[in-house]
């Protein structure tokens, strides 16, 4: 049983591999703290793209996602962003809920976890 981790901390990893399944920890805006909704989405989908190609899959290969947002009031422009990155015809199942999330400036978190190509 291999269980492979990528950018491994003192607290957590970014991402755990198992049995051909991709875990990502919670992805959030580091960047752009300050950004609207949108541009925080946009963010935290680049670097789940980015994490999936390094873990050997891509977002076609989701399969679940967890949306943590710290207002329902942005869940509207949340997801016309999401709806814009999002593998048509591969969607995933999804749970979208209000959080409030460790750091202020954080409007979204997102967890995923994926199948390897």
Not at 21 to 47: C, F, H, M, N, W
Not at 91 to 111: D, F, G, K, S, Y
């Amino acid at each position: 049983m291999e269980i492979k981790r990528l950018y491994v901390g003192k607290r957590m990893s970014e991402v755990a591999i198992h049995n051909n399944t991709v875990y990502l920890a919670g992805q959030v805006a580091a960047s752009e703290p300050d950004a609207d909704i949108k541009g925080q989405t946009r963010e935290v989908l680049a670097a789940i793209d980015k994490l999936l190609a390094e873990a050997g899959s891509d977002k076609s290969c989701i399969l679940s996602t967890q949306i943590f947002i710290k207002n329902l009031a942005d869940f509207a422009d949340m997801n016309e962003v999401w709806e814009e990155w999002v593998a048509q015809g591969h969607t995933p199942p999804r749970a979208t809920v209000e959080a409030n999330l460790a750091n202020p400036a954080w409007l979204i978190e997102i967890v995923v976890v994926a199948a390897q190509r």
